[in-house]
């Protein structure tokens, strides 16, 4: 991420902005993927390494991105509006396994993604 200024928003500027934008919405369900294409080919076309906030500055007070998010269609409207997908029952409960077993692992000291070596006697 860049620390620097924002640029100074000329006509020529603006121009490559748009330009920059050719074939990519920043809006929808995809917005965050689409800014840093956008923001790749501002940089090819200036050589200016703007941030993405300073670009979603930008970019928020051509248009207004809120309204523009709202009117898209959601890919997947059923998983938006039930909440997230959830695994069916059988999976759900092996996945919990895995996941309490590496809780317990961690507590017996052993690291993210090793295994705890049991004690014998």
Known sequence: MSD????????????CLFQSMQGHKPVGFNKHFHMICIQHKFYERT?????????WDHINTLWDTAILDAAQDTPFPEVMEHGLYSLPFDQAEIIEEIHSSEDSSSELGAGP?????????
């Open 113 to 121: 993604g090793k295994v705890a070596k049991k004690k014998q006697k």
């Open 47 to 55: 050589g200016i390494n703007i941030s993405l906030a300073h670009l």
């Open 4 to 15: 620097d200024p924002p640029p100074v928003w000329d006509a020529e500027l603006e121009v």
